[in-house]
């Protein structure tokens, strides 16, 4: 049985409130990844107001590294700063002012969150036994911000002992969090394929290589091949999302393609399933006489947690919110998260955060026009950062 860790002291309402203020404040100006120019400018601004020493435009321009404390001993909290292209269909009085763009994935509340941590562990600083790095970054969404972070040397000098972040979850209570050691989260591909054959007219097939046919073959060529090579308890899921192909119902095109997600759990998993689709698409091809041509991008890694960071996450958030607030995840999610590279580098967990308010039985999913990060979830949030900062830097 875990030993939980009391944490000394917690974010009074002053901290708790003025993050609130910032999450409406940057819910109102979403950016897409790498664009995050505005919402940089505003973390920027806080952590001016709060005394916070940092340094910008990391990641490409949008990325912001701030201290706290000195020391060799260093811990280091992440939050993801971009938006979505989605229009909101929320009635909140501060709602996207940016036609097309939205936080439906809940970054501004991720964002408040380690602002509200950092005007805290600022107050606190004369008690921290090291240094706390604060990572805001850009382009988590499916543009590997988390990797650029690291080329920029965010893990160095001194080098980060540890790391944690945090996703709002709508399927956990406000008040809850939730993680698990080992893999958490997977693996995502993104897999287009382009079938090359030979255009004719429709009322001569014999003359031409059809690539549509060529292409709906595949995709159920992949499935199968998937099911019958790949064992059946390694996770993998392979789904196609879009398919292109002509321009008139009388001709047969010159090209077809497809595109979708594998996901999966485990590097070897992994690299097996991904030399299985570009054999498979040989084959396919060269029975149907045309060229397949295999792309992957945006490739995002498992999100692996360190187990001794995990014991130490679990501990530290039961202490601070109670053993009953804590659940330990079954099973790994099969969404991704680019906090992946971090943890490919140091120790660290990952775990999700409550975001459905108390009393509902559901709650609109992450990515959906509807989400909302909770204010009610942001002093959690504020509460289990700065409770593994403090109480990682105290342990020696």
């Known amino acids: 049985m875990r030993k939980s860790i009391s944490h000394k002291g917690a974010p009074t309402d002053r901290f708790v409130r003025n993050a609130v203020k910032l999450r409406h404040q940057l819910h109102q100006i979403p950016e897409l990844a790498y664009e995050e120019r505005e919402t940089s400018d505003l973390v920027a601004a806080e952590l001016t107001r709060l005394g916070v020493r940092f340094q910008r435009g990391l990641a490409g321009g949008t990325g912001i590294l701030a201290e706290i404390g000195d020391g060799d001993r260093c811990v280091s909290l992440r939050a993801d700063m971009d938006a979505l292209p989605v ?15 939205m936080h439906a994935c809940g970054h501004d509340g991720h964002m408040a969150v380690l602002l509200g941590t950092a005007a805290y562990l600022a107050s606190q600083s004369d008690k921290l036994a090291g240094r706390v790095k604060l990572i805001f970054q850009p382009a988590e969404e499916g543009r590997n911000g988390a990797l650029r972070m690291c080329e920029d040397h965010v893990l160095d000098s001194p080098p980060v002992q540890a790391i944690f972040g945090l996703h709002g979850w709508p399927e956990l209570t406000v008040g809850q969090v939730a993680s698990r050691s080992g893999c958490l989260l997977a693996a995502v591909d993104t897999v287009v394929i382009e079938i090359r054959g030979v255009g004719t007219h429709s009322a ?4 031409g290589k059809n690539p549509i046919q060529c292409a709906a073959t595949l995709m159920a060529e992949i499935s199968s091949a998937i099911n019958s090579r790949i064992a ?49 698409s040989r084959a396919v091809a060269a029975v149907h006489g045309c060229q397949a041509v295999v792309q992957l991008t945006s490739g995002t890694p498992a999100t692996i947690n360190n187990n001794s960071a995990y014991d130490f996450f679990h501990r530290t958030a039961a202490g601070a919110l109670g053993e009953e607030n804590v659940q330990v995840l079954d099973q ?36 959906n026009p509807q989400y909302e990060f909770p204010d009610s979830a942001v002093a959690t949030g504020i509460s289990i950062l700065s409770a593994l900062a403090m109480n990682f830097l105290s342990e020696s």
Request: proline letters at 9%.
């Open 87 to 101: 229009t909101e269909a929320t009635n909140v009085a501060w709602k996207s002012r940016r036609p097309g763009r």
């Open 204 to 207: 001569y097939p014999h003359k």
């Open 232 to 280: 059946p308890t390694d996770t993998v899921v392979f789904t196609v999302g879009t398919f292109n192909a002509g321009q008139a119902s009388n001709v047969v095109p010159d090209c077809a393609s497809f595109s979708g997600t594998l996901r999966t759990l485990t590097p070897a998993v992994r690299k097996q399933t991904l030399s299985l689709i570009r054999e498979v």
């Open 332 to 367: 790994p999610f099969l969404w991704s998260e680019d906090f992946a590279y971090y943890l490919r580098r140091v120790p660290g967990c990952f775990f999700v955060l409550g975001t459905r308010p108390r009393g509902r039985k559901t709650y609109p999913m992450l990515h």
